[in-house]
T-cell receptor, first 115, second 113 residues
């Protein structure tokens, strides 16, 4: 079966533009996570969905960042009025269950460059 | 693809040698730990995990050791191969909740033939 997919793989935006990043999790996976990975750093948690419910958005850097998962499958991370400091790889991960210790499967990421 | 870990500490080993990658974690309440491998242009890939009630867990060519006293985690790779070259991250899960992962800084492993 297919793994987690993300699109686009690369996105270049001019400062001030809005961008939308898409994540297709593994079918049937209840949990979905977004992480931000700056160059040379480990991934940092942004937000978490359990089905369509966004249960934790504590990692979103500002109110310019917005995520949704309206039908409990595909998720979109939207960044409004992009800034240069938003340049990073945005990773999506999904997992089958909602609690306990279990594997998160990561997508390849979207590399965002803000000029 | 882009390079992962340009400014990370690097461990250089010869092909066939054993590798040991270390990680210090921050929260004594963490109860689940995972090692991920990340190749350039790809997302992190699960290698092995360990729960806090264990000290050691073995997989295929990999062993994870957990020392809760000093909050230290290590990944041992036996007979390191060129395909093992990547950036390795440890991650911890705070007890309870939905498995929100906190990643460490990462170590680049370079395997030389």
């Amino acid at each position: 079966g297919a793994g987690v997919s993300q699109s686009p793989r690369y996105k270049v935006a001019k400062r001030g533009q809005d961008v939308a990043l898409r994540c297709d999790p593994i079918s049937g996976h209840v949990s979905l996570f977004w992480y931000q990975q700056a160059l040379g750093q480990g991934p940092e948690f942004l937000t978490y969905f359990q089905n369509e419910a966004q249960l934790d958005k504590s990692g979103l850097p500002s109110d310019r960042f917005f995520a949704e998962r309206p039908e409990g499958s595909v998720s979109t991370l939207k960044i409004q009025r992009t800034q240069q400091e938003d340049s990073a790889v945005y990773l999506c991960a999904s997992s089958l269950r909602t609690s306990g210790s279990y594997e998160q499967f990561f997508g390849p990421g979207t590399r965002l460059t803000v000029l | 693809g882009e390079s992962v870990g340009l400014h990370l500490p690097t461990l250089s080993v010869q092909e066939g040698d054993n590798s040991i990658i270390n990680c210090a974690y921050s929260n004594s309440a963490s109860d689940y730990f995972i090692w991920y491998k990340q190749e350039s242009g790809k997302g992190p890939q699960f290698i092995i995990d360990i729960r806090s009630n264990m000290d050691k867990r073995q997989g295929q060519r990999v062993t994870v050791l957990l020392n809760k006293t000093v909050k230290h985690l290590s990944l041992q790779i036996a007979a390191t191969q060129p395909g093992d070259s990547a950036v390795y991250f440890c991650a911890e899960n705070r007890a309870g909740g939905y498995n929100k992962l906190i990643f460490g800084a990462g170590t680049r492993l370079a395997v030389h033939p």
